[in-house]
């Protein structure tokens, strides 16, 4: 069984930081992209930033030069680091991974149970 876990929420002063993390573990053959979203109270889903198995990234415009994605593939884990944070951030921030199970040969989408991110003086 895979499963995807965040950590690294919680609540933070305006202009301050946090580090996420999410871990992928089980019987894992590989994984492809992996993502943050995030979604605030009463609005939709939206893509933070991603990163590919070779480490090409991709962020959303609001997002640039604030945060960073990175990987390690050895520990199978993606981090966001958030820096001037601001109280618009504030949200649940969710891991997205496509992994491929061992023994199979195609990549499923898996989510995890998201980690709240409160932005507030």
């Known amino acids: 069984q895979v499963q995807l876990v965040e950590s690294g929420g919680g609540l933070v002063q305006p202009g301050g930081s946090l580090r996420l993390s999410c871990a992928a573990s089980?019987?894992?053959?590989?994984?492809?992209?992996m993502s943050w979203y995030r979604q605030a109270p009463g609005k939709q889903r939206v893509l933070v930033a991603s990163?590919?198995?070779?480490?090409?990234?991709n962020y959303a415009d609001s997002m640039k030069g604030r945060f960073t994605i990175s990987r390690d593939n050895a520990k199978n884990t993606v981090y966001l680091q958030m820096n001037s944070l601001k109280p618009v951030d504030t949200a649940v921030y969710l891991c997205y991974a496509q992994i491929i199970n061992s023994g199979t040969s195609f990549p499923r989408n898996y989510w995890g149970q998201g980690t709240q991110v409160t932005v507030s003086s």
């Open positions: 990163v590919t198995s070779g480490g090409s990234t």
């Open positions: 089980g019987s894992i053959s590989g994984i492809y992209t």
